[in-house]
Antibody, heavy 121, light 107 residues
Framework: EVQLVESGGGLVQPGGSLRLSCAAS????????MHWVRQAPGKGLVWVSR????????SYADSVKGRFTISRDNAKNTLYLQMNSLRAEDTAVYYC??????????????WGQGTLVTVSS | SSELTQDPAVSVALGQTVRITCQGD??????ASWYQQKPGQAPVLVIY???NRPSGIPDRFSGSSSGNTASLTITGAQAEDEADYYC??????????FGGGTKLTVL
């Protein structure tokens, strides 16, 4: 059974840092591209970042570029999101998700349960 | 990056057919994927690619595309289909974009 379990969320002051983790199991983690998607309270889904299967290529939403860093450890089957210079508007539930490789589409076929990040003083 | 536009809310009578749309320039080149999200739960992929359903998704869910518009159709909507629905796609820069979401009410 495919499982994605996020951790690392919590309350952090503006300007602070946090590292999220996503532990993967039930599939060959090193074969899949992975994503972070966030959802502010009462709002819609917003894509944050993506990393390819071996970690050599990454991309980010403009809103987090230069502040967030996505990475992975395929030996530990774990995805990470290092978040620096956090702002109130980064407050959201953060989901990790697996990308099923399909031509000309980006289906995220498995999602974790999410971890809440609250940025507040 | 590009944008994907969805109607904020749609309603359908129980057992009837409803179409939820997603518009954006990137959809001329890329397929949309569709997600269902119920309150307090993670999103679930319901349609991807040309018209593919993941295992476990009822066949009343189907997808289509024309020009810059992708559609998710629910044929014979059930009470349990009441949820928020999101589309996503790849954009020309290689980034990923989600639509703003559509709240489906089943009457």
């Amino acid at each position: 059974e495919v499982q994605l379990v996020e951790s690392g969320g919590g309350l952090v002051q503006p300007g602070g840092s946090l590292r999220l983790s996503c532990a993967a199991s039930g599939f060959t983690f090193s074969s899949y591209w992975m994503h972070w998607v966030r959802q502010a309270p009462g709002k819609g889904l917003v894509w944050v970042s993506r990393i390819n299967s071996d970690g050599s290529s990454t991309s980010y939403a403009d809103s987090v570029k230069g502040r967030f860093t996505i990475s992975r450890d395929n030996a530990k089957n774990t995805l990470y999101l290092q978040m620096n210079s956090l702002r109130a508007e980064d407050t959201a539930v953060y989901y990790c998700a697996r990308e099923e490789m399909v031509v000309a589409a980006i289906p995220l076929d498995y999602w974790g349960q999410g971890t809440l990040v609250t940025v507040s003083s | 990056s590009s944008e994907l536009t969805q109607d904020p809310a749609v309603s359908v009578a129980l057992g009837q057919t409803v179409r939820i749309t997603c518009q954006g320039d990137s959809l001329r080149s890329y397929y949309a994927s569709w997600y269902q999200q119920k309150p307090g739960q993670a999103p679930v992929l319901v349609i991807y690619g040309k018209n593919n359903r993941p295992s476990g998704i009822p066949d009343r869910f189907s997808g289509s595309s024309s020009g810059n518009t992708a559609s998710l159709t629910i044929t014979g909507a059930q009470a349990e289909d009441e949820a928020d629905y999101y589309c996503n796609s790849r954009d020309s820069s290689g980034s990923v974009v989600f639509g703003g979401g559509t709240k489906l009410t089943v009457l």
